[in-house]
């Protein structure tokens, strides 16, 4: 069973910094896709960024340049590093994982694993 564990969210001021982690452990099938989603109050679920098994990321338009998705296979962790956090990127990020797509890269209902999230909070 896949488990992941998110870490890294807090409080930072508008134009600040973070990094999001996502430890995986429960499987060894190296063909595995993962994304970041976050969650606003009242608002839908969202793709932020996605990496597919051969390392390549995607990012929707939105998310482009301030955003960068990666990897580090031997530690089995994901990483979102955000720059340049704005008051509308507040919001619970969650870590998914699926080991086959049947449609876009960043569809939340493409997903079967999920962490429990970690809040960001960028305040002005």
């Known amino acids: 069973q896949v488990q992941l564990v998110e870490s890294g969210g807090g409080s930072v001021q508008s134009g600040g910094s973070l990094r999001l982690s996502c430890a995986a452990s429960g499987y060894t099938y190296r063909n595995i896709y993962m994304a970041w989603f976050r969650q606003a109050p009242g608002k839908e679920r969202e793709g932020v960024a996605a990496?597919?098994?051969?390392?390549?990321?995607f990012y929707p338009d939105s998310m482009k340049g301030r955003f960068t998705i990666s990897q580090d296979n031997a530690k089995n962790t994901l990483y979102l590093q955000m720059n340049s956090l704005k008051p509308e990127d507040t919001a619970m990020y969650f870590c998914?994982?699926?080991?086959?797509?049947?449609?876009?890269?960043?569809?939340?209902?493409?997903?079967?694993?999920w962490g429990q999230g970690t809040q960001v909070t960028v305040f002005s």
């Open positions: 998914a994982a699926a080991f086959w797509l049947g449609g876009g890269l960043l569809t939340p209902e493409e997903y079967d694993y």
């Open positions: 990496i597919k098994p051969d390392g390549s990321p």
